[in-house]
């Protein structure tokens, strides 16, 4: 969740529903100040769900909200770090037969003008389309996830 103040103040929250027959020990990317969750009071804030071992590497909220400090747009600066876990490289049980990601991770974005975005490497998730809500004094409507690549984040086509 983050939220932007009328005064312009950014906040941001987030949990983790953690990994099922996870590791003994595993830390996922919600407890890791700027995985999971990162916000500044000047430039905005994002947040993720999904594979949250795919935005430990690269700190991936942190580096959107830096992004969006350099002048990219929310949306811009997600699918730019979405293409960056797609790039890295992986367990071969992470990977699909052609090399791409065989999870799934999406980002929430918000810039303190009240901009934001929703983006997913995968759109359709086990017959489930990623959305993310948007609210405001006029109303909350629920948008959906722009993708990163099509299908599904299985070998199946």
């Known amino acids: ?4 103040a009328a005064n312009g103040t950014v906040a941001s929250c987030t949990s983790t529903s953690g990994l099922a027959f996870k590791i003994p020990g595993r830390v996922g990317d919600s407890p890791i100040l700027g995985a999971g969750l990162y916000a500044d009071g000047e430039w905005g804030a994002a947040g993720s769900t999904g594979r949250g071992e795919a935005n430990l590497s690269d700190l991936s909220c942190a580096w959107i909200v830096d992004e969006m400090r350099r002048g990219a747009h929310p949306k811009d600066a997600a699918m730019a770090a979405l293409e960056r876990v797609r790039r890295r490289r992986r367990p071969a049980h992470l990977s699909r037969p052609n090399g ?5 991770l999406q980002f929430y974005v918000l810039e ?5 975005a929703g983006v997913t490497l995968y759109g359709d998730y086990r017959g489930s389309i990623a959305n993310y809500v948007v609210g405001d004094s006029e109303g909350i409507d629920l948008l959906p996830c722009d993708a990163l690549l099509p299908g599904v984040p299985r070998d199946e086509p």
Do not use: I, K, Q, Y
């Open 1 to 4: 969740l983050s939220a932007v």
């Open 112 to 116: 303190p003008t009240g901009e934001v």
């Open 100 to 104: 791409e990601p065989r999870f799934n």
